[in-house]
DNA sequence: CTTGACCTTAGATTCAACTCCAAGGTTATA
DNA sequence: TATAACCTTGGAGTTGAATCTAAGGTCAAG
């Protein structure tokens, strides 16, 4: 049996966030002290870790929910519903990669095409690409010769 | 010049992103009229062209802001200043893909051990990782034997 | 009997980027 | 002149997961 104090340091979690927990229907303690002071068991700490795990695997709280909904009453659902739960969230998340990647294709070639040098912006390749409709990058160094060393290999190479 | 209602069709966008972006200050419209509508330029337009682009490859409206102070005076900023906005930004976004990937990696284990069938979730490889300590994943094959076609190939190859 | 560490609650705040609302003013058309 | 389609403002709501605050109750030690 613990207080909230000794449950939160235990697993290294804030008090506000057990008593978050609480609030949400995540894990309510199953008793309260005279005086009204939470009281966890064992069963409450182990449900406490199934709920951080499932955190670090990348599970939103709500998701949590579903999943502890299910573990409570297990022999009333069946491995598709977990599995759906599970598979959605990797759809989620593999969609958000690709989103992510996205972005850093972009940004990797407008970085490539900058010297990044103490030079004024006047003419900065990336300065440029937003500015204008194409999608294509010029590379500074043709605009705005310096010092080739600047550049990396990829923009280099078109000089 | 454009009325809010005109620009926010020609780009896509909301007339209340348009009221957003002047109340944040990243796109004031240059004049008004007697009556206070918004009146928009064709340089407003440019630069709502600029935040679109650069909202599209990932920055947020901060980085946005900081961009467009740039990119008001350029003569007074660097390329390495424009680059370091840039390289922040992939270096964000490099550690938020490889966060998602781990987290994709931990469910694809789950999802793989689970038959995702119609039976009793009572075994299920997943609720069972998620109850115990140890990272590994028991395949459902071992503690809960049925069709053999329900499982993906990474999880027969144990069974 | 008081200090200090602990606990309680409801409710406010945080971040981003909108999105929506109410209540009212303007303008073009029938 | 009425109707619809615009526009204005300030302010509230959304999502997720806490985090923080204020005002107060409890408990063990000295
Ligand atoms: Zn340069
Ligand atoms: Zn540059
Ligand atoms: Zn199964
Ligand atoms: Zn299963």
Redesign the interface.
Known sequence: MYRIGELAQRYQVKTDTLRFYDKHGLLKPSSRSESGYRIYSEDDA?RL??IL??K???FSLTDISE?LS??LD???????????V??I??AD??A??AE?????T???R??DA?????????H?S??E???S?SSAIKC?NQT?RHDPSHYTKNCQSKG
């Open positions: 182990q870790r199934f795990r499932a670090a695997i990348g999943l299910i573990e297990k022999s009333n659902w069946a491995c598709a519903d977990v599995k759906g599970v598979d969230k990797l998340l593999e958000k990669i992510l990647n996205y972005f850093k972009s940004l990797q407008l970085s900058c010297c990044g040098g103490p030079e004024s912006a006047e900065c990336i300065l690409a937003l500015e409709n500074e705005h």
